[in-house]
């Protein structure tokens, strides 16, 4: 059995986009960094970062200040550009 094959196949990027997202417009104006969003989920860096980068690709969520990591490094904030609801969650593809 290939464990990193059977990883790949549980992850489900829609869902943790989405996940990701209501979390982020939740905390409306105070943000949260990609550290804080793995601790909040549960999410390991290499599960959510990737969902992160396809969120602001997508124009759903923009940088607005810089705050330190649990290990005291800076980190980009991230919030919500606009009101979100429904599939716009990325829950497409």
Known sequence: MNTSKEARKSVNPARLRA????????RRVRGATCDEIEVALGLTHQSASPRMTELKQRGLIESI????????????????????????????G
């Open 19 to 26: 996940q990701i997202l209501r979390l982020i417009t939740r």
């Open 65 to 92: 200040a810089i705050r330190n990591t649990r290990s005291g490094r800076p980190a980009y904030v991230w919030a919500a550009r606009r009101p979100v609801t429904g599939p716009v969650a990325g829950q497409e």
